[in-house]
Structure formats: structure tokens, C-alpha cells
């Protein structure tokens, strides 16, 4: 009879991978069973230029009106509600993937803004949010005086 050393993390990796594989035959690959219950999020992209910070953000099918942005501090926040366009009628649904409900989306920016001079865009489902940075955090090039 031979020995071997049993290695419990490694079962507790196999369980999990045939739980993974339960769900993805159940639900379909990726989805867990999870998203109803799950909040909406916009998916955001930040990008940093020497004079700016822009933050674009995901946020179809809703109007202008509809969206909030504040900024406290070096925190931004993006809120709003997409509504649901469905109407009670008597159809059965076989498939309802889209997303309802509020959102609410807060991102620390990497440096500090000027508050008064941030501008907001609204096209095409995409919200573009252009951060001027403050004077003071902008890079300045030193030169330096050769003897």
C-alpha cells in the first residue's frame, strides 16, 4: 500500500472548478446567477494628460438631464437612473439581458483638479468629463545651469 501526501488546498481548488463549471452549464459561460441582484456600474476609462484628467464613462440610453456629477474634494462621482423601457403587456420574456435601475459611480482622481473650469460631453451613450488640473500639479521642466 502506498502513501501520499494529501493536499487539501488542491481539493479546495477542484471544488471550486466544478462549482464554476455547475454554474457556467446552468447560467451560461460568465454569468454566475449573480447579476439581478448586482447594482448597475458604469464601465469608466481615466486618462491623464500634463495639463488635464478626462474620465469617460459608459452610459447608454440615457439623456443629459438624467446624469449628476459632482466632485468633492479629489473624489468624482457620476449618478443617475436609466429607466426601463419595457411596458406590462401580456409577453413572456425568454431573455432580458439589459441593465435598469440607479447607478452611482465614484473615482479618485490620481491628482487635483480645478473645480470651476471641469466641462461634461454627452454623445452617442458616452459621458466625457474633462478635469483641468490646478497649476500647482502641473510638471514644470527645471533647467539646469551648467558651471
Same mark, same amino acid.
Given at each position: ?20 463549471? #455547475? ?20 464601465? %469608466? ?6 495639463? *488635464?484628467?478626462?474620465?469617460?464613462? &459608459?452610459?447608454?440610453?440615457? +439623456? ?6 459632482? #466632485? %468633492?474634494?479629489?473624489?468624482? @462621482? %457620476?449618478?443617475? +437612473? *436609466? ?5 406590462? !403587456?401580456?409577453?413572456?420574456?425568454? #431573455? ?5 435601475? @440607479? ?15 471641469? &466641462?461634461?460631453?454627452? !454623445? ?5 468629463? &474633462?478635469?483641468? !488640473? !490646478? +497649476? ?10 551648467? &558651471?
Amino acid at each position: 500500500m502506498d502513501l501520499t501526501v494529501w493536499k487539501p488546498f488542491r481539493e479546495v481548488s477542484r471544488l471550486r472548478r466544478e462549482m464554476d463549471r #455547475l454554474w457556467d452549464d446552468y447560467f451560461g459561460p460568465g454569468r454566475r446567477g449573480l447579476e439581478p441582484m448586482e447594482a448597475w456600474v458604469p464601465a %469608466v476609462d481615466v486618462s491623464e494628460s500634463d495639463d *488635464k484628467i478626462t474620465v469617460k464613462a &459608459e452610459v447608454p440610453g440615457l +439623456e443629459a438631464k438624467d446624469i449628476q456629477i459632482s #466632485l %468633492v474634494g479629489d473624489v468624482l @462621482s %457620476v449618478k443617475g +437612473e *436609466k429607466k426601463s423601457e419595457r411596458e406590462e !403587456k401580456k409577453e413572456n420574456y425568454h #431573455l432580458v439581458e439589459r441593465s435598469y435601475g @440607479s447607478f452611482s459611480r465614484s473615482l479618485k482622481l490620481p491628482a487635483s483638479v480645478d473645480a470651476d473650469k471641469i &466641462e461634461a460631453t454627452y !454623445k452617442q451613450g458616452v459621458l466625457t468629463v &474633462e478635469c483641468p !488640473k !490646478k +497649476e500647482e500639479v502641473k510638471p514644470k521642466a527645471i533647467d539646469i545651469k551648467a &558651471e
